[in-house]
Each structure stands twice: as C-alpha cells, then as structure tokens.
C-alpha cells in the first residue's frame, strides 16, 4: 500500500511539472499584446468625455487593437481619430452601431499616450483596448549586406498558439479581421498555419499573410476542410507577421508557425531582397475629418529603388475640394502639389529610381484625401 502511495505521489508530481513546463511554454510563446482596463463613452451629448486615454510603455508600438460601437443616442455618426501623442495613428474610422473590433498597425511609433477622439459630435463607447510591443531593439534594420543565403534550420520554427483565432466575415467580426504578431530580430525564411472555413453558410475565404509591407501570400484560398498553408520568405526582416481575411467571410487560423534563419536576402537589389512590388491598403489623411495637415502614410522601402509609385486618390470627403499630395522618399520630393479630383483618379509616378527607406504620401494642403491600393514597384 505504501508503495502504492509512493508511486501515485511520483506521477502526480510528474503531471505537475509536465502542466507548469507547458504553461511556460506558451508565456514564451505568446506575443506581446497588452491588455489595458481603460474604457469609455467619449463625444456627443451623452458622453462626458471628450477623449479617451491610455499610457504606454517606453516600447516602440506595432499594433493597436479595441472594440467599439455607436449604440448610443439617436445618431449613427460615430468616427473616431487614434494619436500616440501628437502622431495620428489613424484619423478617420467609421464605428458602426453594431460595433466591430479594429486591428490598427502602428509604425514603430513610441509615446507616453494612446489618444482615442471622436471625429464627429457622436458617442462612441471604446472597450477591449490592448497594445502589441516590439522589443526596444525592434527598429528595422537592413540584412548584413555582405551576407548571402541562409541555413534554413538555423533559427528553427517557433510556435505561436496564443494568436490563433476567428477572424472576419458575420460570426467573427467580434475579433476583427486581422492576426498581428511581434516578430523576433532575426530573418524570416518561412511561415506555416492551418485555417479553415467550415464557419457559417459561405465557402468564400481568402487571406493576405505579409511582413510589415512585405507580401509573403495574396489572396490565399481557404479551403472548407482546411488545410496548412506553408510560404517560403525571402530572409525578410520585419517586426511583425500579419494574417488578414480578404474576403468578408469567417475564418479560422490556428497552429501559427515562424521559421526564423540567420542569413541575409538571396536577392541583390543594391544589398536588399524583397519582392518587386509590395502593396499597402491606403488612408484617408489630411483636413478635420482625417487626422490634419500632419497626417500621412509612410511604408517602409528598406533602402531599395523604387521605380514606380501607384495609388487610388479621392477629395469627395468634406465640403472642400483643395485636396493635393506631396509624395516624397526620405526628404527627396517625387511629385509635389498632386492635385487630386473629386470624383477620384488611379494615378501613376515615375519614382526614377530613387532609393530610400521610407515613401511618404502626405498631404500638401490640409484638406481631406482618401488614398487607396497603393503599389510599389521597385527596380528589377
């Protein structure tokens, strides 16, 4: 009986250790995403607010995520403006009344506060705010210039289990419709997740999976039954993976993998690798309703020669019709002084090969332009 006794002790001591070591694991795992209790009702009449706040820690932010709605009052107008201090993060996001959860990618950008502010004079209720940090370090840097390919068991794959989750389409709006996760300060050479669309009545899902502004997959099929999805990259340094649903329709994403090397790129496009276009979705920028004079759109070009410059604009936001682009590399000037019509216009920019590590588009007159499928192309 004693030795019965013994024997119970030993394996449950065993399970024990086996829980905790498991419970490690996944602390290890997790991305950095911090969850902060602050929540509100700001503008209107009914909201004594006029904005809602959140201190930040002394770390570069990669995203912003929250919940809200515009369930209250008579109105359905709810906008809302996102800062980190004075940076607008984002400066125009319609609320509908149901309430949505938003995923916002922030820049590397470092503050004392997260600024939540309505446009309009609507309430809007903002709950479920959380903050995904980089490392400090986390500040893009080029690959070793002198460094060709890669071992690609180096780094090896490292799990993520906390990001799996429901996103998109009508069941799982409530959780947004983008997978944000901090990236470690090494080359990715592969990703690999299984998803599936066996959510709801439609078989309609798609997924972009990228790198910061880098596209690793575009407008990926899911398949009903699911399957695992595996892309080769690069040796792309970013500092964080984004999965987003293109479609509007559910899908589910679990089993998250990373395959991290230690190379530099495969590619030579003076020292840097990449894809030869990379795309970004755009904002609407400038005026009172999205984010003034200092707004803009900066997407990352990591030193490469950009040989065009492609996008959608409109000024049908707001009573005037002044609106006009600046488009510029670092500090040199592309285009100045674009003007751009009311009812919209796809245009397209010789960029000379410039080279640089960041596009900016910003507004050249503080009036409201909404800029949409922008397209890098970069010198073969």
Same mark, same amino acid.
């Given at each position: ?8 002790? *030993?394996?449950? /001591? ?28 700001? =503008? ?7 904005? *809602? ?19 209250? @009052?008579?109105?359905?107008? =709810? ?6 201090? +004075? ?11 149901? +309430?949505?959860?938003? &995923? ?18 609507? !309430?809007?209720? #903002?709950?479920?705010?959380?903050? *995904? ?6 500040? %893009?840097?080029?690959?070793? %210039?002198? #460094?060709?390919?890669?071992?690609? @068991? ?28 901090? /990236?470690? &300060? ?15 009545? %439609? ?13 690793? =997959? ?19 340094? @970013? ?8 479609? $509007?329709? !559910? ?6 993998? #990373?395959?991290?090397?230690? =190379?530099? @790129? ?51 936001? +707001? ?6 682009? %600046?488009?510029?590399?670092? $500090? ?23 080279? +640089? ?24």
């Amino acid at each position: 009986m004693r030795k019965l006794a013994f024997v119970l002790a *030993l394996f449950t /001591l065993t399970l024990s250790a086996a829980a905790q070591e498991e419970s490690a694991q996944l602390r290890r795992n997790r991305s950095d995403w911090t969850t902060y209790a602050e929540k509100g009702c700001i =503008g209107g009449d009914q909201c004594r607010g006029k904005r *809602l706040r959140v201190s930040l820690e002394d770390r570069p932010v990669l995203a912003v995520r929250f919940t809200a709605h515009d369930q209250i @009052g008579n109105k359905a107008d =709810g906008v809302l403006r996102v800062k980190i201090d +004075g940076n607008t993060v984002k400066g125009y996001i319609d609320i509908p009344r149901r +309430g949505e959860t938003f &995923n916002i990618d922030v820049d590397e950008l470092t503050g004392r506060q997260l600024i939540f502010e309505p446009v309009n004079d609507d !309430e809007v209720e #903002v709950s479920d705010i959380a903050v *995904l940090y980089g490392r400090r370090d986390t500040i %893009r840097r080029d690959p070793p %210039r002198d #460094v060709r390919g890669g071992d690609r @068991g180096n780094g090896g794959w490292r799990q993520y289990p906390r990001a799996a989750m429901c996103i998109g389409g009508t069941d799982c709006r409530k959780n947004g419709n983008r997978i944000t996760i901090a /990236l470690d &300060n090494a080359p990715v050479i592969g990703v690999r997740f299984f998803a599936h669309d066996s959510i709801g009545t %439609r078989a309609d899902g798609r997924l972009t999976v990228r790198i910061d502004d880098t596209n690793v =997959g575009w407008y990926v099929d899911i398949k009903r039954e699911g399957r695992t999805h595996e892309f080769d990259v690069d040796n792309v340094y @970013g500092s964080k993976l984004i999965i987003e649903t293109a479609s $509007d329709d !559910e899908v589910d994403v679990k089993d998250i993998e #990373v395959l991290y090397g230690r =190379g530099g @790129g495969r590619g030579n496009n003076n020292g840097r690798s990449g894809p030869r276009e990379i795309r970004d979705a755009g904002d609407c920028i400038g005026g009172d309703q999205c984010g003034g004079k200092r707004a803009r759109i900066r997407i990352a070009l990591d030193g490469r020669a950009v040989d065009q410059i492609r996008f959608y604009a409109r000024d049908d936001i +707001g009573t005037r019709a002044g609106g006009e682009l %600046r488009i510029r590399i670092d $500090d040199e000037v592309v285009q100045n002084y674009l003007d751009i019509p009311r009812e919209g216009k796809t245009f397209t920019i010789d960029a000379h090969n410039i080279a +640089g590590d960041y596009l900016y588009i910003e507004p050249a007159e503080d009036d409201e332009v909404d800029v949409k499928d922008i397209r890098v192309t970069f010198k073969d």
